[in-house]
């Protein structure tokens, strides 16, 4: 299983709402994690869930406390989120597709507790 996680934010905050006219947001990604086979658990408990998910939390908001934080940068800290994406390889595959592939889950930095 990979994880993807990103800071996004507008180039231009308060820019055009247009599709059309608003620039792409930038993207700067921020933690990678990689859970091998051995560790990963389809259908996982709570407690599997969080076992898998705790460093990769962990990393991102010590982060997100010294890069984005609200008391460091509040600007940055209203307008951005995190993207994240989530892929599954099978073991077994002989050609690299994931078997699942979930990407756009997005959390505004400002919704986020702790």
């Not at 990604?29 to 962990?58: C, E, H, N, R």
């Not at 984005?68 to 509040?74: L, Q, Y």
Request: aromatic share 8%; glycine share 6%; charged share 15%.
């Amino acid at each position: 299983m990979r994880t993807e996680v990103a800071l996004t934010y507008p180039l231009i905050p308060g820019g055009p709402t247009d599709p059309h006219l608003r620039l792409p947001d930038v993207r700067v990604p921020i933690a990678l994690q990689l859970v091998p086979d051995s560790a990963f658990t389809f259908y996982p408990s709570a407690d599997q869930a969080w076992t898998m998910a705790k460093d990769l939390a962990g990393n991102v908001t010590t982060w997100l406390a010294s890069n984005v934080g609200a008391t460091v940068r509040p600007d940055l800290y209203k307008n951005a989120g995190l993207d994240i994406a989530v892929t599954v390889f099978s073991a077994a595959s002989e050609i690299s597709l994931p078997m699942i592939y979930i990407d756009g889950l997005y959390v505004a930095c400002d919704a986020l507790v702790g």
